[in-house]
């Protein structure tokens, strides 16, 4: 069904094809203009291009000559000129498609055609590579040409300083892997300052070898962890230390609302059992989160009902349910603290920090592209999850290679030892030979065979590092036999004859001469002699029939054996290809069916030796019907991952947009009124709910909330007279008096800063609490479709509830912090000596962070800001999006009418309105 699909949407693939023949054919009518042009007036042409899309034009209008334009750079710096089929390819990527082109086609170059023209808007060009060689060595090769053109590249590898990145972000065109430019996103997503920043957005993306990185990388997602809290052994403090404390004396508990904390009296017995003088000196909450959860595990959570322990683990029991929970965790360090309860192994976990799929993350950029030699296959897949149609680009030169069909045999073994002989007699009359395996065991199994008759050979697996490349480009030459996994060395060419550029490099080491330190002289001569030595080695194999590739096994998918089979062939060479297959290969086994017992009854029934192979159609529909089994499951496998992920992907937008928001600028101290009002609401509601009788309304829980948020002692009175409007406005008013208070204390400029600091800190902490309560969910979720409920939408309903929830609660978060954390600063030192800024946080944050000291050293009260936002490095909980309209304040002797007027009472305007509800609402 979807190559039936495939083929329905590629029905209009050949008009595609014509038109951008003709784009072809003026991109070579203007060839003639640029050749004549001098290297000044060639790399000029960048500038006036710039100059042109200002005044309107579009880029499909500047194609023709653009691409005429890199052409003629190309044949001037690096000695190639783009074939038209290049050009053709070229067209494809710009017009976000993935060009299916045939191994050594040249799509190394197509590449800086699409590269250069998108990159003339100044918005960057990513170029997505398999692996860090391969990035470094296109950005240095095809880098010529950019360069050239008078634009900057830049190159991204493992393991860079933020500060190179960031130089290589801001070049026009930037080479890396798709594994950096995704964790360099989720990292970008994590600073705490603006200029932490690398990445400037996601333009325009040409993804090299794209069904190895967009399908075959894309079942794992990318995640960055940090180990979980390393504190086993407090959790087992905690829990001796709250151990035998006494309802109503020690601690206080709310079954209903599910509330437990010490009293005055049970936090000084806490402290003395764990030896410490403050809980709450600790800035980074941790002791507070500690001691929170000891108390909830001791006197809220009992074995055999809200949990089990079996075989030394602590288990969830679903309470509607009655089952146990396989996979699920308490999150917030509540299991942790539960088994140190129960005394058992005390299980330390790394905590996700951030997480995005491969497919999310490329579904990023404004416009994507892609190429390799096949895609045509995945097309069906390409469209549904990327929008990326594939485009088939005729080879420059006719296909000549001879495929033949496989020959089974009944048993592995006598299969390995015909692959055996078949590469002893090619090797013995020169003719190259590159066997592809599907794993290490068999490349290894393999080459013990040959090791036993003597035949010299290389093997290879898919590492990819320069050396592995070296050794592919070699292939070709003369006698040659390399073993290697079939994704081994993808993006080198293999040259029949051999690679003269590489041989070159082998000659000067053989000469005891350093590559990297050859002058001139001898790399050119080490070349001269090297291009000699390969042109006599291709005329001879040439005449032994070409590259051979032998195919041990079939892959699971069909497009992975031909991607093996396109590495003979190239550009017009003779080549052949065989596979040699088993009856006992994985996926005749697993997948063969039916078919493959009757087929192996018969060739028994046939009296056929164990060495004797069969050629049968009836077995490649066999294979072929096993490859699309195999192919069907895995997508789904991607699919899945995908599906789970789309749950969060808006989610995660969210909290990114309004993390940039902030870096960016954005002044939260204007958003304080709303903020308050919104938690206040919320609060007062759990409480008091205005549909139940004031005689019901818990005033005293109120209260206690309130002093715990501010941490101050003059609480307001509460009348019990008051109706619940009334009741919301005074804690509303004494809440955001807290606030105005704090401000006055530090100062704007100040409070700006540590704003800013606690809200990126609580974000961070609760997206990161978020992110692990839902790993755990994802966990144990499939369970769920034995009770026949799909777990994908019990998921998406859970993710909501869990999102919502942290939306909702991290205004209190943040007012809790900014209202608990103090800044003290010390006056000037005498010269010579510092000065020390100390920050101290007096409340229940129950955050992440690292335990210690809250000193922050500073040279002068002046740097009180930078000791604000270090502050909050430890403190702080978590919030998200801040709603409702940004609040002006003026000074008292401004000529406006509304000035004096209190948040409460009638708006001057004479609406009825209270003055925060109508004109003082953005103010």
Request: aromatic share 8%; hydrophobic share 35%; glycine share 8%.
């Amino acid at each position: 069904m979807a190559g039936f699909f495939s083929r329905l949407l590629s029905v209009g693939s050949d008009k595609e094809l014509r038109e951008f023949e003709q784009i072809t054919q003026h991109v070579n009518d203007l060839g003639p203009t640029f050749e004549a042009m001098s290297d000044e007036e060639l790399s000029g042409q960048t500038e006036l291009f710039r100059e042109r899309l200002a005044n309107g034009e579009s880029l499909d209008d500047l194609l023709p000559e653009a691409f005429a334009a890199v052409r003629e750079a190309s044949a001037r710096t690096t000695g190639m000129r783009h074939f038209d089929v290049q050009i053709i390819g070229g067209i494809a990527l710009h017009r976000g498609m993935i060009a299916e082109m045939k191994t050594g086609e040249g799509k190394t170059l197509v590449s800086t055609l699409a590269g250069y023209l998108n990159a003339l808007d100044g918005k960057g060009v990513h170029i997505v590579t398999v692996n860090d060689y391969l990035a470094k060595r296109d950005s240095e090769w095809m880098g010529q040409i950019y360069r050239f053109m008078g634009m900057k590249v830049g190159l991204i590898q493992n393991g860079m300083r933020p500060a190179e990145k960031r130089t290589a972000y801001a070049a026009d065109v930037t080479y890396g892997t798709n594994s950096e430019f995704g964790f360099d996103y989720l990292r970008d997503n994590m600073v705490t300052r603006a200029n932490l920043r690398v990445q400037r957005g996601h333009h325009y993306a040409i993804v090299d070898e794209v069904d190895s990185i967009l399908i075959d990388e894309a079942r794992t997602p990318l995640i960055i962890s940090g180990a979980g809290t390393k504190s086993a052994s407090t959790y087992k403090d905690f829990a001796r230390a709250v151990r035998g404390l006494v309802l109503d004396r020690d601690y206080e508990m709310d079954e209903a609302k599910h509330t437990i904390t010490a009293t005055d009296e049970g936090l000084r017995k806490i402290e003395r059992n764990l030896g410490i003088d403050d809980i709450y000196a600790d800035m980074s909450g941790q002791l507070v989160n500690h001691l929170q959860q000891a108390l909830k595990a001791q006197y809220m959570f009992h074995r055999d009902q809200q949990y089990v322990v079996v075989d030394g683990e602590v288990k969830i029991v679903d309470e509607f349910t009655g089952r146990i929970m396989e996979g699920r965790r308490y999150s917030e360090g509540l299991h942790q603290a539960i088994e140190a309860k129960e005394g058992v192994l005390v299980r330390e976990e790394n905590q996700t920090l951030a997480t995005i799929t491969l497919q999310n993350y490329f579904r990023l950029y404004d416009k994507l592209a892609g190429m390799t030699g096949t895609a045509m296959t995945e097309d069906a897949e390409f469209r549904e999850i990327y929008n990326l149609p594939v485009q088939a680009i005729p080879p420059n030169k006719p296909v000549i290679r001879e495929d033949h069909v496989d020959l089974v045999y009944r048993s592995i073994p006598y299969k390995f030892e015909a692959v055996a002989d078949d590469v002893a007699r090619r090797h013995a009359k020169g003719q190259p030979c590159l066997v592809g395996t599907v794993s290490i065991e068999n490349s290894e199994r393999l080459s013990r065979i040959l090791d036993k008759r003597g035949i010299r050979h290389s093997v290879l697996n898919a590492k990819f590092h320069e050396r592995e490349a070296a050794i592919v480009a070699q292939a070709g030459r003369e006698g040659a036999v390399t073993i290697a996994t079939n994704m081994a060395g993808r993006g080198t060419d293999i040259l029949l004859g051999g690679n003269p550029d590489f041989l070159a490099q082998d000659l000067l080491r053989a000469e005891g001469i350093d590559p990297e330190e050859a002058t001139e002289e001898q790399l050119n001569q080490a070349l001269e002699e090297a291009r000699k030595t390969c042109e006599v080695e291709r005329e001879h194999v040439i005449a032994a029939g070409g590259l051979c590739v032998i195919g041990t096994e079939r892959h699971e998918s069909r497009r992975i054996d031909n991607q093996l089979r396109g590495r003979s062939g190239r550009q017009g060479d003779p080549g052949e290809t065989q596979f040699y297959l088993s009856l006992e290969d994985d996926l005749m086994r697993l997948f063969g069916g039916e078919r493959m017992d009757h087929i192996a009854e018969w060739m028994e029934r046939a009296g056929m030796p164990p060495d004797e192979p069969i050629q049968s159609k009836r077995v490649s529909k066999a294979v072929e019907s096993a490859q699309r089994k195999v192919e069907e499951i895995n997508f789904s496998m991607r699919k899945n991952v995908l599906d789970y992920d789309d749950v969060m992907n808006k989610q995660r937008q969210v909290i990114y947009e309004e993390r940039n928001k902030i870096l960016d600028g954005k002044d939260l101290t204007e958003h304080v009124s709303d903020v308050t009002s919104d938690t206040v609401a919320r609060e007062v509601a759990n409480f008091c709910p205005a549909e139940a009788s004031p005689e019901d309304w818990d005033y005293k829980g109120l209260e206690k909330w309130l002093h715990e948020l501010t941490g101050r002692e003059d609480i307001p009175e509460i009348d019990e007279n008051l109706d619940h409007d009334e009741l919301v406005d005074l804690v509303d008013d004494f809440v955001f008096s807290c606030y105005e208070d704090k401000a006055a204390r530090l100062g704007n400029e100040i409070m700006a800063t540590l704003s800013t600091q606690v809200m990126l800190r609580v974000i961070d902490t609760r997206w990161m609490s978020y992110l692990q309560e839902m790993d755990y969910l994802k966990t144990g979720i499939g369970l769920r479709g034995f009770g026949q409920r799909d777990p994908l939408v019990e998921y998406k309903s859970e993710a909501y509830q869990a999102f919502s929830e942290l939306v909702s609660t991290m205004y209190e978060d943040f007012l809790r912090t900014i209202l608990r954390i103090e800044i003290a600063i010390a006056p000037e030192q005498p010269a010579g000596d510092e000065g020390f800024s100390k920050a101290t946080y007096s409340g229940p944050a129950d955050v992440d962070g690292d335990q210690g000291a809250s000193t922050l050293r500073r040279v002068s009260a002046p740097r009180a800001k930078q000791a604000a936002s270090k502050a909050v490095e430890s403190a702080g909980k978590t919030p998200t999006p801040s709603a409702g309209k940004p609040r002006t304040y003026r000074k008292a002797d401004d000529p406006d009418p509304y000035v004096g007027v209190g948040r409460n009472d009638p708006c001057p305007c004479g609406s009825g309105k209270k003055f925060k509800n109508c004109h003082g609402r953005n103010r």
